[in-house]
């Protein structure tokens, strides 16, 4: 167990739909980003917030947006969705928000997004 | 864009013999290496890191090696067991920012 927890494991919705993903970091990590896994693919790295400001933005689709919270929760958004949109979205956490080099992080199970 | 590229997407090895995954990079500023290790249903976990100030680090049956020239990295799993069966990702970074991941090779270790 990472002791990262996303939430919900699994999501099916329809094209032009908005859905909110959740992730709740490591007790005392200050920093999230979030991983996008399509079918095939590495995981592309979309956005980064370090104690509630944005750190690093990545290929993040202006349909998509994100945000950390006070209690260093984060939200990650995807509006107007397409079947592209399917894939496997991953919220990590580190400690230092990249102040160190080579900071390893500590990765979610994942949420399945199914665009039908 | 592939900064990070993994063309083996699989590989499969006998029990006891050596793993070699390989991994290139085409970004010269990267310097921090990460191979990351992921089972069914779960994320991504790390396995074992090197600096672009080293060419070797190992961690027991984990070894990397990187070669800048070559911008090329490798890891080494000496034995190979059927627990080590998963796919495993290789990233690099510029100081650790928008760690960059490969698209993974899946290892199936054959008992």
């Known amino acids: 167990d990472s002791g990262v927890t996303q939430t919900p494991k699994h999501l099916i919705t329809a094209t032009g739909q908005r859905v909110t993903l959740r992730c709740s970091p490591r007790?005392?990590?200050?920093?999230v980003y979030w991983y996008q896994q399509s079918l095939d693919q590495g995981l592309q790295f979309l956005i980064q917030?370090?104690?509630?400001?944005?750190?690093a933005k990545g290929n993040i689709l202006e349909r998509f947006s994100a945000q950390q919270f006070p209690d260093l929760h984060s939200e990650l958004n995807l509006s107007s969705l397409e079947l592209g949109d399917s894939a496997l979205y991953f919220c990590?956490?580190?400690?230092?928000?990249?102040?160190?080099?080579?900071?390893?992080?500590?990765f979610g199970s994942g949420t399945q997004l199914s665009v039908l | 864009d592939q900064q990070v590229k993994q063309n083996s997407p699989s590989l499969s090895v006998q029990e006891g013999r050596i793993s070699i995954l390989n991994c290139d990079y085409t970004?010269?500023?990267?310097?921090?290496f990460l191979w990351y290790k992921k089972y069914p249903a779960e994320g991504p976990t790390f396995l074992i890191s090197?600096?672009?100030?080293?060419d070797k680090n190992e961690d027991g049956r984990f070894t990397v090696f990187l070669n800048k020239s070559a911008k090329h990295l490798s890891l080494h799993i000496v034995p190979s067991q059927p627990g080590d069966s998963a796919v495993y990702f290789c990233?690099?970074?510029?100081?650790?920012?928008?760690?960059?991941f490969g698209a993974g090779t899946r290892l199936t270790v054959k008992p």
């Open positions: 990590a956490s580190s400690a230092a928000g990249g102040r160190r080099r080579g900071e390893k992080l500590f």
């Open positions: 007790s005392g990590d200050l920093s």
């Open positions: 917030y370090y104690n509630g400001e944005e750190r």
């Open positions: 970004n010269s500023m990267f310097d921090y």
């Open positions: 090197i600096s672009s100030i080293k």
């Open positions: 990233a690099a970074s510029v100081g650790n920012n928008d760690m960059r």
